[in-house]
């Protein structure tokens, strides 16, 4: 180095001293002054590695002007990655993130491609043009002009950043070979080896610590074991007959992580049966199970030979939570069969869906939903309804329980009755005889009408709409098309915020057991509605449509009250005091008309008293004058004797 080298670099450093506070003078040397080397980790997760989740080198170094000292940076790994991961150098990317104003782009050069896994001193000493931009970052002042001061830049180390790569959490470490190489004749490169790590970790979808806010556990139907069941069914019933190929129920354990995702999360899942059935799980049928560290799965409950009820338990270690679930295993065979006809006890000459109602027990009380067969009475009643060879019903539903349909032949009455088995012969169980009268399909008249009299503000309220035939007897359940005029059903008042139906529609349905709730009669129509807040009547009414006869096309109509008990009172009270005011009022007026009377009265009593004695007076003037005259003669009579 020349003398007047050395000079420069002893201003540099006093320079830098007295502008920052915080170096002394001292010599300089061959290496290049002040060099630095700062390290922050990279935080990436497994799903994302970029300059925003990068490591950090920044370097930095003192220079004079004019003199070309330089720093370069080299990447290599320090240990080996964690298991799974396939990152190698192809797919790490170091790059410039900011560096001072002072180095032109010329001067601060990155690789734009593969670095090096193993230091090549050879290929980091290198200055100027001569650079090779594949194997690292390269800093460095420059040759002829520029400025003296410190010369940095921020390096950005990343991971993952093409698609041939698997990141997996954990920790990869990494060497910052920083080399910093001075001017000065027969200066050697001096080489400082900096650890850093980039921590990879997992993203929250893929986290399997389970979340208790999202593992859940659900029974279902189901004949094969797979991972459909969304929801616990109403109810599940089924035959106690042992068996390893029938499915019974499946249950389905999720096991969710607090992102809510499934199949990750871990946990150890216990499943107890308490009553009949057992559960499949692991390839073994257990009362109990318990398996460690397993995800969501879908187990199966099958049929062990008894009946009765059973409760199922499953736990979730981890998340903390615990599951009950019922189901119910019958007999195969009935005891007690029940049949109605309430659904539809009219029925029409050829199918009628679900005509009957079935409901049965098995010996241990346990509901009885296995296959069930209408049949005939007898031959006579076969010819109106129904048939002598059981007709199997549909299957158990939680919603309908079993239901039977029948074909009518012709017009009449025809007994039928429930059987457990596909023959009368084979059956251990029979049902009371219901029986069906069978209608011509012809609807005369309609019948409107509310269920009460009377209801309280915003109530509840079932209309009802019945097609009634010629007699006026109720018809069989079936649609009829255009019962009611356009327009459906119109109201004096308007019904409250809730009610469910349309009352416009003029197709009816009368077959249906239910509209939106309850309360449907057998042959009629249910529309739920809601009173009006107000007292006072309420009249709807509607027109018969098309699919009446002319004389049935007429206005039908039907009245009720509504009736607020505490308002009604407080308005009958009110009425009551003003009735009872206004007859004081009249009270008052009355005896201020009498006290007038009595006042006039008074007046006159007065003046006829006045008078009086304006007479009496004048009587006693004129007497007093008598007597005078009277006493002046009889003494001139005695004067005279």
Known sequence: MSTKTTFKRIALVAVAALGLGVLSVAPSSADVSGVTVTVTNGTPTTMNSDSTTAATIKVSFLALAGVADSVTVAISPAAQAPTGATVTAANTRLMFSESTTSIAATYARVDTSTINTAFDSTKQAQVGASFDATRGAHIHAPASGGANGTYSATLKFSLGETNTQTLVAGTYSYNAIVTSQSTAVGAAPVVQVVPFSVVVSAVASASETPSAAYSTAF?????????????????????????????????????????????????????????????????????????????????????????????????????????????????????????????????????????????????????????????????????VAGSTTPVQCSAWNAVDGIRCSVTAATIGTAKLKVIDAA?????????????????????????????????????KAFITITPLDSTGGRMQGTEYTSLLATGGITSTSAFS??????????????????????????????????????????TISATGGTALPAAGQIKYSATTSVVNSSVDAATDAANEATDAANAATDAALAAADAADAATAAAEDASAAVATLAASVSTALGNLKKQISALTALVNKLLKKK
Do not use: H
């Open 219 to 383: 029974l279902g139907l189901g004949s094969t074991a797979d991972a459909s069941v969304t929801a616990d069914a109403a109810a599940i019933s089924y035959v106690s007959t042992a068996s390893t190929s029938n499915i019974a129920a499946k249950l389905k354990v999720n096991i969710n992580n607090a992102s809510n995702t499934a199949d990750v999360a871990l946990d150890t899942v216990t499943i107890t049966i308490s009553g009949p059935g057992v559960v499949l799980a692991g390839g073994a049928y257990a009362k109990t199970v318990k398996r460690v560290a397993v995800a969501s799965a879908v187990y199966p409950i099958y049929a062990d030979g008894t009946a009765g009820a059973t409760t199922i338990t499953v736990s979730l270690d981890k998340a903390g939570l615990t599951f009950t679930k019922s189901m119910s295993f019958y007999a195969s065979a009935a005891k007690t069969i029940t049949a109605t006809n309430t659904r539809m006890p009219i029925l029409a000459a050829g199918a009628n869906s679900g005509a009957v109602s079935v409901s049965a027990v098995d010996a241990n009380g346990t509901p009885w939903t296995g296959t069930a067969y209408i049949v005939a009475s007898s031959a006579a009643d076969a010819l």
């Open 423 to 459: 023959t009368e012969a084979t059956a251990t169980a029979t049902s009371n005889e219901v029986t069906v009268t069978v209608k011509a399909q012809i609807a005369s008249s309609l019948q409107l009408a509310f269920d009460k009299t009377s209801y309280g503000p915003n109530e």
């Open 497 to 538: 915020t809730g009610s469910m139906d349309s009352l416009t529609v003029t197709t009816i349905n009368v077959s249906k057991t239910t509209s939106s709730t309850s309360n449907t009669t057998a042959g009629s129509y249910t529309y739920v509605v809601y009173m009006p807040a107000a007292s006072g009547d309420v």
